[in-house]
């Protein structure tokens, strides 16, 4: 099979690439909120973009390097994939060299990998990646969790003065960037990203919670991503700002979010998260999510 590889062009590109992770959804990671990751600041660059076409013009593959999460997203055909995994690979590792020494470059890139895909793991290992689960130091390993909407979502009312609503449009992004960089302690967020999610035909921002305090500041917030074809629903991201979290308002967030996404008929709903053993895991086990698939993250260094 014959494949031609080229830049990203715009935004018709960013539809086709969620169309075929989205007829392979069980081969990756990222689907519902591709909405999300694809209006993300890496785009900006066509050249931090690259996609693959066959003979007929039909797209079989595309990766972006992910600057603000350090990772690589990429989706192929599974006809392709016993030779377009290794390109894909192979272009990451010369764009993560070209960036090395700009703004956008990193000394460390990511790529997760289910577990049970044992043919992407031997080629990231091929290609210097090597497994975080079990390093000496700071392991690192994600788990898919899943909850059915055949269980009624837990209601969780906020405290006294605090309201919790759906963003106010663009007239809010400034606010809600300032909060996300907050509670993540990074500044990758911004306003252009932001305002782009709004504007995404798969927005809807009746899922775009946020909980506002008494003094009128946003605190909380949590977005939900729902497919209309599949009828699944996906949480990403979830934050609440470190001083109000004693009032457990990233619970209070959630809660209305799944409350939401089941009411629009949502069959499943997922998350991703870093591990079994941390406080996000043991919130998301409390609405009833369980672990379905363990995520393995490989990581390739680079030095200047």
């Excluded at 605190?219 to 979830?238: D, Y």
């Amino acid at each position: 099979m014959e494949l031609v590889q080229r830049q990203f062009s715009g935004e018709k590109d960013k539809y086709e690439m969620s169309a075929l992770a989205e007829q392979f959804a069980a081969d990756n990671l990222h689907v519902i909120d591709l909405p999300y990751r694809l209006s993300s600041s890496s785009l900006e660059d066509p050249e931090n973009v690259v996609l693959w076409f066959n003979e007929e013009h039909v797209l079989m593959g595309w990766a972006v390097l992910q600057y603000p999460f350090w990772t690589v997203d990429y989706a192929c055909h599974p006809s392709a994939e016993s030779r377009l995994h290794e390109e894909i690979l192979a272009w990451a590792d010369r764009r993560a060299q070209a960036i090395l020494n700009t703004p956008a470059g990193h000394p460390a890139w990511y790529v997760m990998v289910f577990e049970d895909q044992p043919h992407r793991i031997r080629d990231l290992e091929r290609a210097g990646f090597a497994c975080q689960a079990e390093v000496g130091e700071n392991p690192w390993s994600m788990v898919s969790m899943c909850r059915s909407t055949d269980t009624v979502v837990r209601r969780y009312a906020p405290p006294s003065g605090y309201v919790v609503r759906a963003l106010a449009g663009e007239a809010e992004v400034e606010e809600y960037v300032e909060l996300h960089r907050s509670v993540f302690e990074s500044k990758n967020m911004n306003r252009d990203w932001r305002a782009r999610t709004l504007s995404h035909p798969a927005y809807r921002r009746d899922l775009d919670i946020v909980v506002e305090a008494p003094d009128g500041q946003l605190v909380a917030f949590c977005i939900g991503w729902f497919n209309e074809t599949s009828r699944e629903g996906q949480i990403e991201p979830l934050g609440c700002h470190k001083n109000f979290r004693h009032y457990a308002l990233g619970r209070v967030a959630l809660s209305e979010c799944l409350y939401r996404l089941q009411s629009l008929g949502a069959k499943n709903i997922f998350v991703e998260t870093d591990s079994y053993r941390n406080t996000a895991f043991r919130l998301y086990e409390s609405f009833d999510f369980r672990a379905t698939r363990n995520i393995l993250v490989y990581r390739k260094d680079y030095s200047p």
